[in-house]
C-alpha cells in the first residue's frame, strides 16, 4: 500500500460500519481497556491486543479511530466506579502506537521504519505519564520499584540467612548473586524497558498483519518471513560490543544496553529468518507453532535465533538480497 493517509480510507463491505456495529466495536474496545485493571493476572495479555485492536478498527472501517475514542471514554467513565483510572490511563498510552503503525501502513513505509517510528511514540507515552506521577504524587516510580526490588532481595536473604537447610557454601553463592543483581539490574532497566516496547510494536506488527489482511484483504507490511533489518545496523551492534571493553563503567553500562536492544532486534530477524524457512518447506502449521512457541521461550532458542538473525546480514541466508539483484539486472 503505497498511498497516503488521505487517499486511502479502508472500508468494510457497507462503506461504513452501522449503528448496532459501532456501539459493538466502541464496547468491545472499552472493555479490553477495562479488564487489564479488574484482574491483571488474568487479563494481563489483553494489554498487548489494545495496538492491535487500534490498528484492525482503522484498517477495517473509516470511522475506526472514533470508536477508539469512544471506548476509551466510556473504559475512563466506567473505570471511575472500580477504582481503576490510572491502570486505564496506563493501557491507554498504547493507542498512539496502533495509530502511527497504521499510518506507516498506510505510506507503505518498511516493516523497520514503522517500527521504528512506533517504539518512539510508546518511549515518548511513557516519559511523559512518568513525568506527570512523579509531578503528581511526588515519587518517582522507576526509584520506588528500584527500592521495593531491593527490600524483596534483602527478604530473601534474610530468609536463607535463617535456614537450616543452607550451607554456608551455598549461602555464600547467594549472597554474591544477590548482591550482584542489585547492582546489575538498576543499570540494565532502561534495556528491559526499551526491550518491552520492541516486543509491543514487533508483536503488534505480527498480529495485526495478519488480522488486517484476514478482515480486509489488505497488508500494511510484506510477510513476516521476508522482514529484513538495514544492514548498516550490525556496525551498532559491533560498536556496542567494543564499548563494553573499557573499564569505564558509565561506557560499559550504554554498551551493555545498546546490546541487549540490538540482541533482541537482531533476535526479531532470526524469528523472520526460522519463518521463511517453515514457510519454504511446507511445515504443517501445528507444528510450526510449536516450534515458534520453542524457539521463543527457550534461553537455547532465542540464541539461535540470534545467531541466525545477525548470519542472515552476513550470510544472505535467505537469499533476499541476491533476488533482488537479479530482478533489478532483470529491470
Known amino acids: 500500500m503505497n498511498n497516503l493517509v488521505g487517499e486511502f480510507v479502508p472500508q468494510d463491505a457497507e462503506g461504513s460500519a452501522s449503528t448496532g456495529r459501532s456501539v459493538i466495536n466502541s464496547a468491545l474496545f472499552a472493555l479490553a481497556l477495562l479488564l487489564p485493571g479488574i484482574n491483571l493476572a488474568i487479563f494481563g495479555w489483553v494489554y498487548f491486543m489494545i495496538p492491535v485492536m487500534v490498528l484492525l478498527y482503522m484498517y477495517r472501517w473509516q470511522h475506526g479511530l472514533r470508536f477508539v475514542t469512544a471506548g476509551f471514554v466510556l473504559a475512563a467513565l466506567a473505570s471511575l466506579f472500580i477504582s481503576s483510572i490510572a491502570l486505564v490511563i496506563a493501557t491507554a ?14 505510506r507503505g513505509e518498511s516493516a523497520t521504519r ?18 506527570v506521577q512523579t509531578m503528581l504524587t511526588g515519587v518517582n ?4 520499584f528500584i527500592a521495593a526490588l531491593n527490600g524483596n532481595i534483602e527478604a530473601a536473604l534474610a ?18 548473586s544477590f548482591h550482584q543483581m542489585k547492582i546489575i539490574f538498576p543499570r540494565i532497566l532502561p534495556a528491559l524497558m526499551i526491550g518491552l516496547i520492541l516486543m509491543i510494536n514487533w508483536s503488534t506488527m505480527i498480529i495485526g498483519n495478519r488480522l488486517v489482511n484476514r478482515y480486509t484483504g489488505y497488508r500494511p507490511w510484506p510477510a513476516h518471513q521476508y522482514w529484513r533489518l538495514p544492514d548498516r545496523l550490525i ?12 573499564p569505564l563503567p558509565l561506557l560499559r553500562t550504554v554498551g551493555i544496553n545498546l546490546l541487549i536492544c540490538l540482541g533482541l532486534i537482531y533476535m526479531f530477524q532470526g524469528f523472520s529468518v526460522l519463518s521463511f524457512y517453515l514457510h519454504k518447506w511446507k511445515v504443517p502449521h501445528l507444528l510450526r507453532y510449536f516450534l515458534y512457541v520453542m524457539m521463543l521461550f527457550q534461553s537455547f532458542g532465542t540464541v539461535l535465533l540470534l545467531i541466525a538473525g545477525v548470519a542472515d546480514v552476513w550470510l544472505d541466508i535467505r537469499r533476499l538480497k541476491h533476488d533482488n539483484d537479479e530482478k533489478t539486472n532483470d529491470e
Not at 95 to 102: A, H, K, S
Not at 141 to 144: A, E, M, Q, R, S
Not at 162 to 168: A, D, E, M, R, Y
Open 93 to 106: 498510552t498504547l493507542i498512539p502506537v496502533g495509530i502511527t503503525l497504521c499510518q506507516s501502513g498506510f
Open 235 to 246: 556496525w551498532v551492534f559491533i560498536a556496542s560490543a567494543l564499548i563494553t571493553l573499557p
Open 114 to 131: 514503522s517500527g521504528l517510528k512506533g517504539s518512539v511514540v510508546l518511549c515518548s507515552c511513557w516519559l511523559i505519564l512518568l513525568a
Open 141 to 144: 516510580p522507576v526509584t520506588d
Open 159 to 176: 530468609y536463607y540467612r535463617q535456614s537450616s537447610s543452607v550451607t554456608p557454601e551455598t549461602m555464600v553463592l547467594l549472597e554474591d
